[in-house]
């Protein structure tokens, strides 16, 4: 349930930018000669012309959606190119826009703090840019710059197409603004100079919300494209919320948007405007009704994060119509494939940013025979991650069938899955000069970590139900890959932050403090492990995918190839509802792990996970500092 966070005292200024269909873009840079013209890009997948995942804005003037399939598309637009997703291991492979995504980022980035939300938009947020700006007047910036900032779209002032860029330009300069809009001002200034230079630099075009929050940035930044821009100033907001329907909000779009509809009968947002802040909090608790509360004025505290990198590492694969895996083995085939380039992902992310992931989650769509209107979801399952693609995968298989033992419950029954992906996630850095640990992982001459240390699975229970096969249909669509970051430019993106990263090491040790994530990272490596866990104690049940906007629009739309909320998605997931049993058992750590690990990696996890001053404190994971206590005093 979404939390409202303190508002900041100063106002801020922020943005949201979001690439124009991105993929084609990509596409028409490698191919200058598609251009202006209407091309689509498509999924590997032959069924139907493969499902469409970005059109130009050519060819949606023509009705493309990204909805049809590719037949579908030639049939609304027979001049329109269609350009097939480039494919490894027989499925998309969405490296080029990944390595394209970073390029952008690395511009965006320099003018404030950029959280990097999916492979195609950001966040940035420029209040100390634009208060600079405000110290200079007038700033210098060539014309072109104030040219494009005047063509802002700017909520709230009369847009009479005769006179608009006069109205925005006396509303981006005038003298009698009041702070807040003079900082937005400038923001819809620097936002112009960043996307001018995205455009010099790498040929693309983008287009952005300015805002004083990011939900209102993010709201509006789709608002006017392609290659535009629309700034929020405080006075429009109540305008321009009044009308929205609320599950256009970020974290409406699901179970919680539907019961406002439903309990409460909130369509919109100016609906939501007639409850007390109380009356809110009586139906959905204390935070939430505050935030409930708070979203329905525009007030956001939601802070920008200063991360280039991705959140999570997924890859999925959808299998519509006749191509639903519908055994063990053909599910084992894929599985196989998609945690072979998970696997490469996080090594590569291992190896050039320093990050490990702690968390490997399978996501998949299934239905029974003759029941594929249920509204039952496969759940999805998670499991602590251990490195190695032989380990990634084994994993993998047994979370599966983990989700379909579950999901089958005592049903002896045929079964069809249209999608799976396996994402990594809860990521973090590892300390600058925490070499040592790296190189246990990897072992001296490996890039991977060597098979001895792969301590023995014990057995899921399930593996021995009896599955039973069937032909079945079913057109049903999943999102199902992420980031992945394995290029030159990111691994130079990660060097452009190092320096501002180390700064925060102390914030982020906090963060690993009161954990047990990376001993038992560490614990899942070892050779001397005392290998205690059942697997399937260790694995996490989630619903099934639930019914937020970016996830209906993705299953709106067939695609394997989804790459960007999904993102989000999986790791917002897990983040908040996977850590219950296994993230902070700190008892069933088995201290000889740790004592037999090389001294200076002992040393290390000492110095990460520091004892809080507080040891009969009981919040989650407190147990650590008992644990610790001895090993420190001896070490
Ligand atoms: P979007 O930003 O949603 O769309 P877009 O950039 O194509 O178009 P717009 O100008 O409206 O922003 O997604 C970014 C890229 O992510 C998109 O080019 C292709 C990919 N994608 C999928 O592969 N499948 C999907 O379902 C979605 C939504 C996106
Ligand atoms: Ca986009
Ligand atoms: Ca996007």
Request: with cysteine; charged share 25%.
């Amino acid at each position: 349930m979404p939390v409202a966070r303190p508002e900041p005292q100063e106002p801020r200024v922020i943005a949201h930018v979001d690439m124009d269909c991105f993929y084609v873009q990509v596409e028409q840079r490698r191919n200058p000669a598609l251009r202006g013209q209407p091309t689509a890009v498509v999924q590997y997948n032959d069924w139907k012309g493969g499902g469409l995942i970005a059109v130009s804005y050519e060819a949606r003037k023509f009705g493309v959606k990204r909805s049809m399939r590719g037949d579908e598309a030639k049939m609304v637009c027979p001049s329109i190119h269609l350009v097939q997703v480039p494919v490894a291991r027989d499925k998309a492979d969405l490296n080029v826009y990944r390595s394209a995504g970073s390029e952008v980022v690395a511009i965006l980035a320099t003018k404030g703090k950029c959280e990097r939300a999916s492979i195609d938009e950001v966040y940035l947020d420029l209040t100390d840019a634009a208060k600079e700006m405000l110290l200079e007047s007038p700033p210098e910036l060539s014309e072109l710059i104030f040219e494009e900032a005047t063509k802002s779209n700017i909520l709230g002032i009369p847009s009479d197409v005769n006179n608009r860029e006069d109205s925005v330009r006396a509303w981006l300069y005038r003298d009698d603004a009041d702070y807040q809009d003079k900082l937005l001002s400038c923001g819809a200034i620097i936002v112009a100079q960043l996307r001018i230079k995205v455009l010099e630099e790498t040929q693309f075009t983008c287009s952005a919300g300015i805002a004083h929050n990011k939900m209102l940035a993010k709201l509006v930044s789709g608002m006017h494209k392609p290659a535009q821009q629309t700034v929020v100033p405080s006075a429009a907001i109540q305008d321009f919320l009044v009308s929205l329907p609320v599950k256009k909000m970020k974290q409406l779009g699901g179970k919680l948007g539907s019961s406002l509809q439903d309990d409460l009968g909130v369509k919109t947002v100016g609906d939501l405007l007639n409850f007390t802040e109380e009356k809110l909090q009586e139906f959905y608790g204390v935070n939430t009704g505050t935030w409930l509360w708070k979203i329905a004025r525009g007030i956001s505290g939601e802070e920008v994060e200063d991360r280039l990198l991705p959140k999570s590492h997924g890859c999925g694969k959808t299998f519509p119509g006749p191509k639903a895996l519908k055994n063990n083995a053909s599910v084992k085939t894929w599985l196989d494939r998609l945690c072979e380039e998970l696997s490469e992902r996080i090594q590569s992310d291992l190896n050039q940013n320093k990050r490990i992931a702690q968390t490997l989650t399978l996501h998949a769509r299934a239905c029974k025979e003759n029941e594929c209107d249920s509204i039952k979801k496969f759940p999805s399952k998670s499991c602590p991650l251990r490195y190695g693609t032989g380990k990634i995968q084994e994993d993998a298989m047994k979370l599966f069938e983990s989700g379909l033992h579950d999901f089958l419950g005592s049903q002896n029954t045929k079964w069809n899955i249209t999608s799976l992906s396996v994402a990594a996630s809860k990521i973090f850095d590892i300390p600058s000069g925490t070499s040592s640990i790296l190189r246990y992982i990897k072992g001296p001459n490996s890039t991977v970590s060597p098979a001895n240390l792969d301590p023995p699975v014990p057995e899921d229970p399930s593996l021995g139900k009896k599955l039973h096969i069937t032909p079945n249909h079913q057109e049903h669509c999943e999102p199902s890959s992420s980031e992945k970051e394995e290029h030159e430019n990111n691994s130079n993106l990660s060097k452009q932050h190092q320096a501002k990263k180390e700064k925060r090491v102390s914030k982020k040790l906090t963060e690993v403090k009161g954990t047990c994530s990376i001993l038992k990272f560490l614990s899942q490596s070892s050779p001397v492990n005392n290998e205690k866990r059942k697997f399937d104690a260790l694995i996490c049940s989630h619903p099934g995918p639930e019914s937020s906007s970016e996830q209906n629009k993705a299953e709106e739309h067939d695609k394997s190839a989804w790459s960007v909320d999904e993102d989000k998605f999986n790791a917002g997931r897990s983040h908040s509802s996977s850590s219950s049993t296994w993230m902070f058992n700190v008892e069933e750590i088995d201290p000889a792990v740790v004592k037999e690990l090389p001294p200076e990696i002992q040393r290390e996890i000492h110095g990460w996970i520091r004892p809080p001053k507080n040891s009969s404190s009981k919040k989650r994971g407190s147990t650590i500092s008992s644990y610790f206590r001895p090993e420190r005093k001896s070490g």
